[in-house]
Structures are given as C-alpha cells and as structure tokens.
C-alpha cells in the first residue's frame, strides 16, 4: 500500500527524506505545493518542487534548505553587474536545473513530465508530483495589498503583516492525474508534512476535489505539527497566525486541518496539548518532531508510519 505525503518547502522536505530512506518508490508518493511557483528572469521557478527534489537527491544546501549544496555564483555576481534582479539567489547549477525546465515546458511537457525527468538525471527513485500541472499563484494580502509570493517571502523577507491569502488559478486547477490514479489504489495513509499549513499545504488542500479525494482514501489523514512550543523551526508560520490573530499553538494547527484529518503528531514540548488535541476528535501522538539530523528525520518518519499502522488496525472492521 502506497504512503501519500503532502509536502511544501523546508520543514516538509525533512520529513519526505526520512520516508524516502524507510520506503521504496512503490511505498511513497510526494505530493508538493506549487503555489510559490514564479515566472523569474525568463524562468519558470517552481522553488518548493526543487526543494523537496534536492532534499531527496541529498544534493540540498545545508544551510539554506533550498538551492544546491556546493554552488558556485558567477551567474548572481555578472547579473549584478548588468544591474538586473538579483534578489532572489539563483545558483549556478540551480540554473541548469531551471533553463532545463523552461526548455522542457516551452516544447510542451508537463511541469509533472518535468519533474520526472530531473529527478530521474538527479538519481531520485521516487515520484515527486506537483500538487496540479495547472498554475496555482500563491499571493499574500496584506494592509498594502497583495504580494506575490516570492516577494513577500524573499525580496520582503518576510516583513510586511499578512491579512489573508489568495490562490490565484486555483479554482481551473486540476488535481494532479497520477495522485487521482494512485488514490484509487490502495493507500495506506495520507500525511500532511511539518510544512507552513497556511502556504505550503493549503494551496494543496483547496484545489477543487482534492480533500474529498484524500478523504475518501479510506487511510488515516496525518497532520505532523510544524508549530513546536508556539514557533516554527523555520519560516513565518507562528508569525503569520499572530498576525491573523490565530494563537501559535499546535492545536491551532490541528484545528486548520480540522474535517480533514483523523490524527495529529504533536512535539515533544506540546505534550500537555496532548488532551486538546485528542478532544478534537482526533488520535494522537507525541513525538520528537525537530529534525536536526539525518537519523531525526528517519525516526520521525518511522514513528509517523508505526502510528498509521496501529490506526489502520483501529480501522479494520473487527471481525464478528
Ligand atoms: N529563499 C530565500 O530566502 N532567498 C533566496 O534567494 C531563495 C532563492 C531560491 C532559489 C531557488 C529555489 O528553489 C528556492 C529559493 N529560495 C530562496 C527558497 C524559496 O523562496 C522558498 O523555499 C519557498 O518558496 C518557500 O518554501
């Protein structure tokens, strides 16, 4: 039975790799986010698709989580000269990876068929899918307006206060075939990777018939929280709820995904919202859920997958 893992960005990517070690291409499926997908200096970036890839192909820049580890900048450093945008950091072997893609999609392929095709040449087994071959546009609404999103996550670093979000396209996009495909196939359960549930997994879960599709897998539906004792590991999620008037909280977490999901992996340091959670109707475990190495990752995911086993159990009709 196949584990169908939601992912965007850094936190999620962790938690893919991890599963990527514990399950063969058969076992695993990623579903990433493409709603911070841009249109830059000719380009078609799609930044939370390249994450997850180079996580997987353990080519990530450590430091960062995005882009490639060993890079070189002649590309940034010549650019700068000639006075264009260089706000958002394109490595010199990133951009190999990124004229490829253009190629490809200007001679007709799917940003799917793409992303097959590099993770093939990066040596990547597994199927990473774009949550929809169709443009969804992440925008971030704020006092000023709105905000395409790779302005407001890296040339605005973050900065300006959010008041709400909009997925541009999101309405004409369609779920992805090869998720429909493999949702009619036995699942043994659907995750919601440690990613900001407000941009990252959201653009996912509102894509027309998406969480009636995932809810109709007949597996668990796990949120693993990327909130841990009221912040993020990474990124704006615990200031985007403050500023949206949401408290921090890993039960604020649970409650987004409420309707959706039927378990919830809390931190460690949550531990005492372990009953709040439960009384949403939800089964829970409590667990390590930083993942500062390697090893964190792979146990992380094997506490994820024991957990859907003993819930896949609870689901069994008892025999009689
Ligand atoms: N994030 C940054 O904070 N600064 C950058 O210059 C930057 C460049 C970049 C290039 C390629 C890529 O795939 C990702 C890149 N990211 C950068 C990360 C990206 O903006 C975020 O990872 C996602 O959009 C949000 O998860």
Redesign the pocket.
């Known amino acids: 039975m196949r584990l169908i893992a939601l992912t ?3 936190g999620g990517a962790k938690l893919a790799l991890g599963f990527a070690k514990l399950l063969t291409p058969d076992e695993v499926s990623f579903v990433v986010n493409t709603g ?1 997908d841009f249109e830059h200096l000719g380009f078609h ?4 698709v ?2 997850l890839t180079y996580t997987l192909a353990e080519e990530a820049n450590p430091e ?4 490639r580890r060993d890079e070189t900048w002649h590309f940034m450093e010549t650019l700068e000269r000639f006075g264009g945008e260089t ?4 490595g010199d072997r ?1 951009l190999a990876l990124h004229a490829f893609r253009r190629t490809r999609l200007d001679a007709g392929a799917t940003l799917t068929q793409v992303t097959r095709e590099l993770c093939g040449k990066l040596g990547i087994a597994h199927d990473v899918w774009p949550m929809s071959d169709d443009p969804v546009r992440t925008r971030v609404r704020t006092s000023d307006g709105f905000l395409a ?2 302005h407001y ?2 040339r605005d ?1 973050c900065a300006p206060a959010v008041t709400g979000f909009e997925f541009a396209g999101i309405d004409a996009a369609a779920v992805n075939p090869e998720l429909v495909a493999a949702l009619r196939e036995p699942v043994r359960a659907v995750v919601i990777c440690p990613s ?1 549930p407000f ?2 997994v959201d653009p996912i879960l509102d894509i027309p018939g998406m969480r009636d599709l995932l809810r109709g897998a007949g597996a668990p539906v796990i949120a693993v929280s990327p909130i841990i004792g009221g912040q993020a590991i990474k ?1 704006p999620t615990a200031k985007m709820m403050r500023e949206l008037s949401i408290p921090a909280t890993t039960e604020q977490v649970a409650a987004h995904y409420a309707g959706l999901i039927t378990a919830f992996v809390l931190d460690e340091q949550d531990a005492s919202a372990q009953p709040a959670v439960e009384a949403m109707d939800l089964d829970t475990i409590v667990a390590q859920t930083v993942m500062g190495t390697l090893q964190d990752r792979v146990d992380l995911a094997r506490t994820v997958l024991d957990f859907t086993d003993r819930l896949r159990a609870a689901l069994r009709p008892t025999a009689n």
């Not at 970036?45 to 939370?48: A, F, G, L």
């Not at 706000?87 to 394109?90: A, G, K, P, T």
């Open positions: 965007g960005g850094i911070d970036i799609s930044p939370d390249d994450t960062t989580g995005w882009g706000w958002f950091r394109l990133d999103f790779q996550f890296v670093r900001n941009v990252s990124g």
